[in-house]
Structures are given as structure tokens and as C-alpha cells.
């Protein structure tokens, strides 16, 4: 999992503000299609935001842990029910302080 300073966090919630939900987990939960689905926004976007349709908060902490570890990308935030993930790709679009 990638770790970021909180000055990279900040500048990467600064930087999300007004993206909008890519990816979107449903009522069967985290799935193979929805990982493929994020790795493939993650790749052409960098940073995206992931909606999640469930009112369990630890369920949404441990779905956004298990994309991060899986996907080797960096949690930025944990909203409701917003996701918000980093992974840089090979030439960065967004550089980090």
C-alpha cells in the first residue's frame, strides 16, 4: 500500500473536489468486476473517487483497505459513502508537494 504525507493528502483533496464517482460499489459488495473496474480508472485517472451504496461504516473501511492493498494504490479519504484513492501512474499528471 502506498503511503502519502498529510501534506500530499491535502493537496490530493484540494485536487478532488469536484470529481465525481467513477466507480461505484453495489449491493454484492466488493467484487472482481468492481476491483478490475477501479484498477482501470485508477490507471487512466490517477486519482478517483469510488461511491459506495452501504450504511456500514467499518464495511466501507474495510473495503477501502482491502482496494488499497490489492491495488497498491494510497486511501486519501473516507467520506459517508465517497472512497478516495491515489495510485500515480508511470508519468504522473498530478505532482505531489
Not at 19 to 43: C, D, F, H, Q, Y
Not at 81 to 87: M, T, V
Amino acid at each position: 500500500m502506498l503511503n502519502l504525507t498529510p501534506q500530499q493528502r491535502k493537496f490530493l483533496k484540494a485536487q478532488a473536489h469536484n470529481l465525481k464517482p467513477v466507480v461505484m460499489i453495489g449491493n454484492a459488495g466488493l467484487t472482481e468486476a468492481v476491483l478490475k473496474e477501479t484498477a482501470r480508472s485508477l490507471t487512466a485517472h490517477e486519482l478517483i473517487k469510488i461511491r459506495v451504496l452501504n450504511d456500514n461504516r467499518d464495511e466501507r473501511e474495510a473495503w477501502l483497505a482491502a482496494i488499497c492493498q490489492q491495488l497498491d494504490c494510497a486511501p486519501v479519504q473516507h467520506i459517508g459513502k465517497l472512497l478516495l484513492i491515489y495510485k500515480p501512474a508511470a508519468a504522473p499528471r498530478l505532482v505531489l508537494p
